[in-house]
């Protein structure tokens, strides 16, 4: 059985101290496949991750 990931990444900046990076991850476990997308907000000026959501979806 062979697992696989792949992601693409987009980089947003929505506020004058704050980034948001955005991903959408592909995630494989032999029959199994499905996506994640993922949200990071972190702070420009302290360089720490201020948020972070994710939610499963489908092909």
């Known amino acids: 059985m062979k697992s ?7 980089l947003y900046e929505i506020k004058e101290h704050s980034v948001i990076e955005k991903f959408k991850l592909w ?3 032999g029959d199994h496949e ?4 993922v949200r990071i907000e972190y702070s420009t ?4 991750v ?3 959501q994710f ?4 092909k």
């Open 4 to 10: 696989r990931v792949s992601a693409s990444l987009d």
């Open 34 to 37: 499905f996506g994640v997308f």
């Open 45 to 48: 000026e302290t360089e720490k």
């Open 55 to 58: 939610k499963e979806t489908a």
């Open 27 to 29: 995630l494989r476990d």
């Open 50 to 52: 201020m948020n972070i």
